[in-house]
């Protein structure tokens, strides 16, 4: 008997240790999925501001958006714009964008698949922890940008900004002369550009 009261000590220390190494994880999401979809601590820790303009939807009481952009127009389509603060939350489909300065929050829905690369380097791309100037841009960008629409004469970068990072399953590189979107969940619109990297046709 004293022999195993001797060990109890010790295998409180070990099932201590053991949880304290446990992983801890969002409400709602279960370690598989926290394992898929991981958010960085970064994205956690510090309030961001989204790069590009973050196109969403009202779909009964929430607001959503897509790694497809759904450019619009439709009923209920609404622009988060460049520089907004926002922070971030996971959610098992994508993440939760929620503005700062109303506490709108907007359910992310993400493909690792499609746009090739983890939700890590997505939240990385689309956000900054600095606003970004749109000083240098020209009139007709700066038009886009805030509209959120594409016109004929814009530049790679300002289309980027007005309308989002286009979806890599089907525009795998930013080189490519043509840019292929969402305006919702069935139908695209293809952004052509000249030689130079700016837009010459916009195919809907």
Not at 143 to 151: A, E, L, M, Q, R
Request: with cysteine; proline share 4%; aromatic share 12%.
């Amino acid at each position: 008997m004293k022999k195993y009261l001797l060990l109890l000590p010790l295998l409180s220390l070990i099932i201590l240790s053991m949880g304290c190494n446990t992983l801890k994880i969002n409400p709602g999401s279960s370690a598989s999925d926290k394992d898929k979809h991981q958010v960085t601590d970064r994205a956690h820790a510090l309030n961001l501001y989204t790069k590009y303009n973050i196109h969403v939807m009202r779909y009964g009481g929430d607001f959503k958006a897509h790694y497809t952009n759904w450019i619009g127009p439709f009923s209920g389509h609404t622009i988060i714009p460049v520089n907004t603060l926002v922070s971030i939350d996971y959610w098992p489909q994508g993440f939760i964008l929620k503005r700062v300065d109303t506490g709108q929050q907007i359910y992310y829905y993400f493909n690792e698949q499609h746009m090739n690369m983890n939700i890590d380097q997505y939240i990385n791309l689309i956000t900054s922890s600095q606003k970004r100037s749109i000083s240098g841009f020209s009139e007709l960008d700066k038009k886009g940008i805030k509209s959120g629409n594409p016109f004929i004469g814009m530049t790679k970068q300002g289309i980027l900004l007005a309308l989002g990072y286009p979806a890599k399953h089907k525009t795998p590189s930013l080189k490519s002369r043509y840019w292929i979107y969402w305006k919702n969940k069935w139908l695209t619109v293809i952004i052509k550009f000249s030689s130079s990297g700016k837009v010459i046709d916009i195919v809907e």
